[in-house]
């Protein structure tokens, strides 16, 4: 449970469930915490009825089709030079986002301890994980694409709504990635050159850009379970 | 300004949380790996999945340490998301029935979902 808290113009808020009445009876806000913060978390819960809604319409397609779905570890596998490795990429790909929410959560640690360097270097170590992980996304694209003759409208392996539902749900992730990669750069940068130093020091942003980062690695938990395990 | 800013916990927990993920994908993946079938795969698929999801969730994003408000303006409206899903496992099934019956081919298929 919570415990009471501060407001900006020194009232004690309760904690608890007293405490869900207090804030929603506020007069000034409901949410005891920096707007840009609140408006990420409602941002990433309006992303997550987005990606909601197509897993879900995923599954519809999948449970309703008479014609085989093909076999997830068995199209994402990968053989070097012997036996194909099942889902070996994706198990790969998973590591590398769980890894770069690690260092995600590293930077906006050092981010509250003011020390800029490590949060620049830790949030770009995170931007390079994003970009690795949408790289090998393209290279699961193309050989699926080029090499498996996968359509959004057919393929050779099974049903056919695969190639949609699949091409719908990880291309929509990987642009989520591929903009969080971009937003962690600036941020980044900003915070390298001394740009919130000059904004009083306050460091909330490298937070709410961890929050957007961790909700990233949170639908690829998803897409992970119900795309490629299930 | 609220006086939330300025969460700061010891570094040590989310190195903890981090190793528990890298061992919850580990153990997913073996579900693959080791071909589990029927209903312990799924239940295993959903409970390292819903592990995976709330630990990222409670330590990475926070949502462990912030007020109730938050917690229920975040969590509760997915739930929503839950009757959407059952709504749709009842449509789909009486669409693949449906399919069979008008296409004039016997249930008797059997068929990889």
Redesign the interface.
Known sequence: ??EA????TGDV?P???N??VA??SADK??????WG??MM?FF??SD??IF??FL??Y???????????P?P?EVFALSFGGEPI??ILI?IM??IL?SS??T???AV?MG??KDRNKTFWLMLATAVFGAMFVSMQVFEWTKLIVDEGVRPWGNPMGAAQFGSTFFMITGFHGLHVSAGVIYLLVIALRVKRGFYEKRGG?Y?IV?IT??YW??V??VW??I??FF??? | ?????????P?SI??WI?GL??VF?FF??M???LNFQGTMR?AL??I??FL??GF??A????MA??????????LA??LA?LV??AL??T???Y??LT??VF?GEGAS?P???
């Open positions: 449970m919570s808290a501060l407001t900006d808020l904690g608890g469930t405490g869900v804030d929603f806000q409901a949410f005891q915490m920096p913060k609140a978390w990433l819960l997550t009825f909601g809604t879900t319409g599954m519809t397609v999948r449970m309703s089709v008479r014609d085989a779905w076999v570890s099942p889902l198990a998973t590591f769980i929410s690690g995600m959560a590293m640690n509250y301890r306050n909330e937070e961890g929050l961790h909700f690695d949170l938990v998803f992970f379970a490629y395990l299930w | 300004m609220a006086q939330q800013s300025g969460q700061q916990h570094i989310y190195f981090w993920l890298f994908s997913s993946y579900v693959d790996y799924w698929i959903l390292f999945m995976k999801a990222i969730l330590i990475f994003m926070h340490w912030e007020r109730l408000a938050l917690k229920i303006a975040i409206p997915p998301l959407l899903v749709m496992m449509e789909a099934d669409t693949f399919r069979i296409s298929l068929v990889h979902h």
